[in-house]
């Protein structure tokens, strides 16, 4: 069974820092990775996903997540944080041929201190 | 174009009861799925739909259930609810059919359901 793994339950950084949420997954096959961002009392929002190809994948909102096989990580990253990036973020596993089934971590909420 | 909406938004209900969720995908989404989220964890997979025909179920019991319509709507139900129901109910529609290499999802806003 395919699982995700956050290790960090809360983060705080400065605005201006950089940014790095840890994701770790378990799947058999090539998983299907993705990032999402909900802000409190919304929806999920799509950040970046990866099927295949380049490991290093770039999304939306200045956000990049590389994929590594072998350790089984998709962490992502932001350069320079905003104070707007304060929100709960999630990743997610599919499974290929496994339809629309995600399975997503726990999440790391982002605080930013201004 | 209109996102994924869901409705209501909020609901409360009393244990026991029973209650309907509905979901509209983005217009052209033949696809959708259902997930609840607990305060705290992540969501969690409970169907998926597509083309009106169950495609994919989580585990769940058997008082969930859910059914999708010609236009591609969706409803969840859930029966004899119990406290630990009480969750945020996001519905997610895609595009392209189930065997595609890419799915994509839309989440919408969500339910947020409270059982006292």
């Known amino acids: 069974a395919q699982s995700v793994t956050q290790p960090d339950i809360h983060i705080t950084v400065s605005e201006g820092a950089s940014l790095e949420l840890r994701c770790n997954y378990s799947?058999?096959?090539?998983?299907?990775l993705f990032w999402y961002v909900q802000s409190p009392g919304q929806g999920l929002q799509l950040l970046l996903k990866?099927?295949?190809?380049?490991?290093l994948v770039q999304g939306i909102k200045g956000f990049e997540a590389e994929f590594k096989r072998s350790q089984s990580s998709f962490n992502l990253r932001k350069p320079s944080v905003h104070w707007s990036d304060a929100a709960e973020y999630f990743c997610?596993?599919?499974?290929?041929?496994?339809?629309?089934?995600?399975?997503f971590g726990t999440g790391t909420q982002l605080k930013v201190e201004l | 174009d209109a996102g994924v909406t869901q409705s209501p938004t909020h609901l409360i209900k009393t244990r026991g009861q029973h209650v309907t969720l509905r979901c509209s995908p983005i217009?052209?989404?033949?696809?959708v799925s259902w997930y609840q989220q607990v305060l705290g964890q992540g969501p969690q997979f409970i169907f998926q739909?597509?083309?009106?025909?169950?495609?994919g179920r989580g585990n769940f019991p058997d008082r969930f259930s859910a059914r999708q319509f010609p236009n591609y709507s969706s409803e969840l139900n859930v029966n004899a609810l119990l406290l630990g129901d009480s969750a945020l109910y996001l519905c997610?529609?895609?595009?392209?059919?189930?065997?595609?290499?890419?799915?994509?999802?839309?989440f919408g806003p969500g339910t947020r359901l409270t059982v006292t």
């Open positions: 997610a529609s895609t595009y392209l059919p189930v065997s595609s290499q890419s799915y994509e999802q839309y």
């Open positions: 799947y058999g096959a090539t998983p299907y």
């Open positions: 990866y099927f295949s190809g380049d490991t």
């Open positions: 997610a596993v599919g499974a290929a041929g496994g339809g629309n089934k995600l399975t």
């Open positions: 217009s052209g989404h033949k696809s």
């Open positions: 739909y597509y083309e009106k025909e169950e495609r």
